[in-house]
């Protein structure tokens, strides 16, 4: 947060809208959600704004609790309809779809970056990190292959503060 070792009110300024709501901690509204759904070629449905409304708040959630969220928001929406919006919306690039190992699918909407993720091995929280060098791929093989890289997908693996603490045999307050 500003003036709490984070960037400042300057910075802030000059990021883009999905930076400037990761760093400031502020939630996009409705209207930037239709907004988006419209640009990306959806139709603006309440299944969708609710998905999106879900992960914002929520990132790197699964599918199963997006979709008892819908649920809690909207009544009775089936599970497929929240799996058919996850898959439309990560096709149409508002989402952001990750894979750790032994872990269930997660979904973000952070998408307009090349950033990485860290996980803690013992509670499975995670974190977005920022790529050091800012550019796709930020990372490149040493071989190629012949294929154009445009994309390299890290997880970092650990435990968080809280967990050390923990088995430390601290109180992780």
Not at 101 to 124: F, K, M, P, Q, W
Request: aromatic share 6%; with cysteine; hydrophobic share 35%.
């Amino acid at each position: 947060m500003p003036g709490e070792g984070g960037l400042s009110l300057d910075s802030l300024q000059k990021l883009d809208i999905f930076q400037f709501r990761f760093y400031s901690g502020v939630m996009l509204d409705r209207k930037e959600l239709h907004r988006q759904l419209r640009e990306a070629g959806l139709r603006v449905t309440a299944p969708r704004v609710a998905v999106l409304e879900i992960l914002d708040e929520h990132p790197h959630s699964t599918a199963d609790f997006v979709a008892a969220g819908v649920r809690e928001n909207l009544g009775g929406v089936s599970t497929q309809t929240v799996y058919d919006v996850l898959r439309s919306c990560t096709e149409r690039g508002l989402l952001r779809r990750i894979e750790p190992a032994g872990s269930a699918v997660r979904y973000e909407t952070r998408t307009d970056d090349n950033h990485h993720h860290l996980i803690c091995r013992t509670c499975g929280e995670i974190v977005d990190i920022d790529c050091v060098d800012g550019r796709s791929p930020c990372l490149t093989p040493d071989r190629d292959h012949g294929y154009r890289v445009d994309e390299a997908e890290v997880i970092f693996w650990g435990e968080c503060a809280a967990c050390q603490q923990v088995s430390a045999g601290g109180d992780p307050r």
